[in-house]
T-cell receptor
């Protein structure tokens, strides 16, 4: 079946603009995660959705970052008033519910803020 | 807070040889999972191998095996018979079993395979 998909693959935006990044998880996966990978760095957790529960937003770096998940499926990560330090690859992952299940990653969106 | 440390930013190995990538972690939990992920230039993270902390036996997946030392909080990855397709960034990651399901990643090791 289809894996996790993300769009766009690459996004270049001007400082101060808002951007939306999209993630389509694997069908049937109730858990969805967003991570950020800055240049040459490991992945940093941003936010986690599980079913109808309140999302775990503990990794969001500032109030310019927000995410929503509609209908328990597609998720959108929004960055308002982008800054140059927001430039990174944003990776989405999904999994079945429960701690023993593997997280499957999408190919990511490379965001460049000029 | 849990942390994961990979002390080798870069490693290289001759094709067909064996290489070991190091990882240490810090946690106060007794039950957790440890992972090695591979990230080729395509950016897609691929799970290489997984270890449950309650299992004493080291996990193996074909040419990939781990050396899990729970007391030392060490989790190294051994790649045997290295192949050109093994060239990638390798990330060690940790996750607790209960509660937050997020992965905590190390900084990564870039592995180069020399033909």
């Amino acid at each position: 079946g289809a894996g996790v998909s993300q769009s766009p693959s690459n996004k270049v935006t001007e400082k101060g603009k808002d951007v939306e990044l999209r993630c389509d998880p694997i069908s049937g996966h109730t858990a969805l995660y967003w991570y950020r990978q800055s240049l040459g760095q490991g992945l940093e957790f941003l936010i986690y959705f599980q079913g109808n529960s309140a999302p775990d937003k503990s990794g969001l770096p500032s109030d310019r970052f927000s995410a929503e998940r509609t209908g328990g499926s597609v998720s959108t990560l929004t960055i308002q008033r982008t800054q140059q330090e927001d430039s990174a690859v944003y990776l989405c992952a999904s999994s079945l519910a429960g701690g023993s299940y593997e997280q499957y990653f999408g190919p990511g969106t490379r965001l460049t803020v000029t | 807070a849990q942390t994961v440390t990979q002390s080798q930013p870069e490693m290289s190995v001759q094709e067909a040889e064996t290489v070991t990538l190091s990882c240490t972690y810090d946690t106060s939990e007794s039950d957790y999972y440890l992972f090695w992920y591979k990230q080729p230039p395509s950016r897609q993270m691929i799970l290489v191998i997984r270890q449950e902390a309650y299992k004493q036996q080291n996990a193996t997946e074909n040419r990939f095996s781990v050396n899990f030392q729970k007391a030392a909080k060490s989790f190294s990855l051994k790649i045997s018979d290295s192949q050109l397709g093994d060239a990638a960034m390798y990330f060690c990651a940790y996750r607790i079993i209960q509660g937050a399901q997020k992965l905590v990643f190390g900084q990564g090791t870039r592995l180069t395979i020399n033909p």
